[in-house]
C-alpha cells in the first residue's frame, strides 16, 4: 500500500508539472495567435460543456465508498456487480450528454455576445465535446474503479501522455497557421485515447466478470452525493458561467489566465497526498480509530505545510508573473491583483479541507452531509452574481472564498464530532493560524521586499527565495501545533535506518 502512495503521489507531481508547463504555453499561444476573445470564447465553452458532469450526480465518489470493501476482500465478482451498474448509468449519461450538446450549440451563441457567428461557435462546441463524449461512454467506469483500488499513477501516466502528445500536436497546428477548429478537432482525437487506454488496460489486469447482474443496491447514496458533486462541481466552474452571462469573453479569458496558474497551484498541493482516501477507507474498515487518527493528523500536518509553502510562494510572486506572462498583450488588462489575492485564499481554503472532506467521503457519509453542500453552493451562486456588478472579477472570486470557508468550517465540525471524534478548537486554531502565516507572510514581502522582476530568469530566482522562506515558515508551525506527529515521524524514519 505504501508502494501505491508513493507511485500515486509522484506520478501526481509529474502530471501537475507536466499540465502546468504546457498550460504555460498553450494558452499564451491562443491568446497571441487567436486573441484574448477567442481564448475566452473557448474557456467559456469549456466551462459549459463540464456542466453535464452535474448529471454525475455524485456517482464517483459513491462508487468509491462501495467499492473499498469488496477491494480489501478481493471480491472480483462483487466489484464486477458495481462496475456493471456504474457503467450503465454512465453510458445513459452520455446519451443525455449528446442531446445537452446539441442544444448547448443552439443555445448558447444567442447568449454570449455577438463577436462570432452562430455556425462558427456551434461547430467549436461540437468538437470540443467529442472528448468528453468518449470519457463518459468508454473511460469513466474504468477510472473510478482504479482511483478507488489506489492506482491512480495508471491513470496519471496516461494522461502525462495524452497532455504531452495534445501540446505537441496543438503547436505544430497553431505554428502552421491552422484554424481554431481544425486545432481543437485534433486535440479533441488526442484525448479520445485516454478512456481507450484505460478500458484496456483494466480488461487485461483484472478478472472483471461481464455477464453479471449489475449491482444498483450498492449505489443507493447517489442522490445523497449529488449534492456533494454539486458544490465540486460550482465550486470549479460557477465564476466562468457567471462572467460569461453577466460579463465578456474578455474578461473570462482574463479569469482563465489567473484560475490556470491558482489551480495549478492545487493540484500540486493535492498531489503530495494523491490516493490517500482510499487508504484511509480501507483502514477504517480494517483498522481501530486510534491508528486512523494517527494517520488523519499527518495526512492535516503535509497538507497544512504545503498550503504554507505554496501559497505563499504563490502570494508573493503571483501579479509579476502574470505581468510577464501577459506582457505585450494589450487586447485585455491582466494586471488585477485583489482578484488573484482573493483567488489564492479561496484555493488556500479549499485545500486545508481536503483532508476532513476525504475522511467524510471514506466513511461515506454523503447523506448527512449533504445539507452543507447545498448552502455551500447557495452561498457562492447568490454572492458571485451580486458582487460581480459591483466588484466584477474580485466579487467573484470573494465570493468563491466565502463558500469555501464556510464549507471548510463545517467539515471540520462534522469530522471531529461525527467520525474521529477529535478536538474541533484545536483543529480550527491550527487552520485558522495556517491562514494567517500565509497572510503576513505574504504582506511582509510586498511592503518590504518587493522588487521589479523583468525576466522570467529573475522571477525564478525570487520564487526559490519565497520557497525557502516558506519552508522556514512551515517548520515553525509544524513545531507549534504538529510537534508529536513531527517526533513519531521521526521515529519511523530513524527505526528503518537500524
Known sequence: MKKKLFLNSTTSLTLQFVSILIGLILPRMMIQYYGSTVNGLISSVAQFISYITLFEAGMGGVVKAALYKPIADNEMFKISTILKATDKYFKKLSIYFVIYVLLLAFIYPLVVDETFSLPYTAALIIIISVSTFAQYFIGITYSIFLQADAKNYIINVIQIFSLILNAVVTIVLITSGASIHQVKLFSAFVFVLKPIILMVYVSKQYLIVKNCKADYFSLNQRKNGLAHHIAWFLHTNTDVVVITIFGELRAVSVYSVYYMIVSSITKIASSFVNGVEPILGREMVEADQGS????????????????????????????????????????????????????????????????????????????????????????????SVLFIHVFGLAGIAFATFAAMLYGTIYYIYYLSKNILLISIWNNYIRNFVCIVVVFIGVWIKEMFFSFEISNYTAWIQQ?????????????????CFFRNDMQYILKMILAKKR
Open 292 to 383: 486512523v487518527r494517527r494517520e488523519f493528523d499527518i495526512y492535516c500536518m503535509v497538507m497544512n505545510t504545503i498550503v504554507i509553502i505554496l501559497f505563499f510562494t504563490a502570494g508573493a510572486m503571483l501579479i509579476p508573473f502574470v505581468s510577464l506572462y501577459t506582457r505585450k498583450i494589450v487586447d485585455a488588462d491582466y494586471i488585477a491583483p485583489v482578484f488573484g489575492y482573493c483567488l489564492l485564499a479561496a484555493e488556500g481554503v479549499y485545500c486545508l479541507r481536503i483532508p476532513y472532506h476525504s475522511i467524510v467521503t471514506a466513511a461515506g457519509h454523503f447523506k448527512q452531509t449533504q445539507a452543507s453542500a447545498i448552502i455551500e453552493t447557495s452561498i457562492n451562486i447568490i454572492l
Open 463 to 479: 520564487s526559490f527565495v519565497c520557497v525557502v522562506v516558506g519552508c522556514f515558515m512551515a517548520f515553525a508551525y509544524d513545531t
